[in-house]
Structures are given as C-alpha cells and as structure tokens.
T-cell receptor, first 115, second 111 residues
Framework: GESVGLHLPTLSVQEGDNSIINCAYS??????FIWYKQESGKGPQFIID?????DKRQGQRVTVLLNKTVKHLSLQIAATQPGDSAVYFC??????????????FGQGTILTVHP | NAGVTQTPKFQVLKTGQSMTLQCAQD?????MSWYRQDPGMGLRLIHY???????DQGEVPNGYNVSRSTTEDFPLRLLSAAPSQTSVYFC??????????FGSGTRLTVV
C-alpha cells in the first residue's frame, strides 16, 4: 500500500471499552491475513490470523473479521486494557507460488488506552 | 528456543561503509525475511528466502544483499551505506502456513 508518512491513524479508548481497528488491504489475490501488535522499541508480535475461507476468527479477547468483497479486515479487542496500547498492523499474504514468502504490511493504527 | 535473534541491536555507520546485519533462528523455520521500518510507517519487505540456497527480492531491495547458506541464518549486507538506509531492520521467520515471528530489531543510523 501507499505510505502516508508520519501520521498514523489513532484510536483512543477508555479501559474496559471494546476497540475496533480497521484495515483495508490491497491485493484481491491475498488469502492469508495477520494482525500484529508492536510496542515501542520492540518487534511486531503475532496476535491472530485468518484465512480467506473464513470470515471470522476468535482468540482470547480478540476477534478478526474479514470482508473479501470490500477487501477489509478488522480487529476487535474486548475489554481493552492499558497493556493493549501499541501500534497495530494488518498484514496480507498470497499463500501460493512465488509470493508465498512475502508479507505486505498496512500502515498501522496507534491504539491508546486510558485508565 | 531463543526464537529469532538479531545482532547488533544498535549500529552507527558512516556513509559508504559496509556492514552485515545478522539474523539467526533456532526453530527450523523454512521462510525468513528482512523488513525495514521507517518512523511512523509500516514494515517494507527487503528480501526474503523460502529455504536454504533460495532468496528473492522484496519491495525495497536496492542497496542490500542477502544469502541463505543454512536454514538457521539469513544475514543482510549493506554494500555502501547511505543516509536513506537509516531505519529499524527486522528479521522474521515462518514455518509453513503460520504467521511470521519477528526479532527485536536492529536500529541503524547512517551519518
């Protein structure tokens, strides 16, 4: 996707609220999607993934929704906690052929959770 | 398992110098990749490998070389450092159909 420079989208929530982070992916051929969490000074940390044959997948406090028609992903975090504050990235992958090893990242969303 | 280990954690280079960023994984993962992350941006793929002896270019390969002589190691070489290569570099590995595991990054400054 295109870079939009230094101004990442931001989401501010109160502790205990539910958070929804959205992502538009770029390639209609992508068939594997991942959400990563990145805390300051650290590498991305895997949260949850989903394949294109599913439209919803749930983990512990997190749910990923996939809408292939409009090429849209969302990450829902239930009962958001201050420790959830981070930058969240979606990533897409084409799981076949020469593109198998490639993961393309979105620009990221800054989530801030206020106590 | 140590996971994905990157060294060094920090490095300052002068323009024109060369260096190698090291990446090692002990999980017997087939796939390994190098990404760079510039301030306020997502990660961009530099090079990747689908197995020992096999590498391919990503989105921003210019100025970087890689090799994959073993499953465990995937070093990234900067041939002649430029200020535009100032960035945080992440190495990642992946097993089969699962998501990548990332290292903690190397912060590189080129002056």
């Amino acid at each position: 996707g295109e870079s939009v420079g230094l101004h990442l989208p931001t989401l501010s929530v109160q502790e205990g609220d539910n958070s929804i982070i959205n992502c538009a992916y770029s390639n209609s051929a992508s068939d594997y999607f991942i959400w990563y969490k990145q805390e300051s000074g650290k590498g991305p940390q895997f949260i949850i993934d989903i394949r294109s044959n599913m439209d919803k997948r749930q983990g512990q406090r997190v749910t990923v929704l996939l809408n292939k028609t409009v090429k849209h992903l969302s990450l829902q975090i239930a009962a958001t906690q201050p420790g959830d504050s981070a930058v969240y990235f979606c990533a897409e992958n084409i799981g076949r052929g020469t593109s198998y090893g490639k993961l393309t990242f979105g620009q990221g969303t800054i989530l801030t959770v206020h106590p | 398992n140590a996971g994905v280990t990157q060294t060094p954690k920090f490095q300052v280079l002068k323009t024109g110098q060369s260096m190698t960023l090291q990446c090692a994984q002990d999980m017997n993962h087939e796939y390994m990749s190098w990404y760079r992350q510039d301030p306020g941006m997502g990660l961009r793929l530099i090079h990747y490998s689908v197995g020992a002896g096999i590498t391919d270019q990503g989105e921003v390969p210019n100025g970087y070389n890689v090799s994959r002589s073993t499953t465990e190691d995937f070093p990234l070489r900067l041939l002649s450092a430029a200020p535009s290569q100032t960035s945080v570099y992440f190495c990642a590995s992946r097993r089969g159909d699962y998501g990548y595991t990332f290292g903690s990054g190397t912060r590189l400054t080129v002056v």
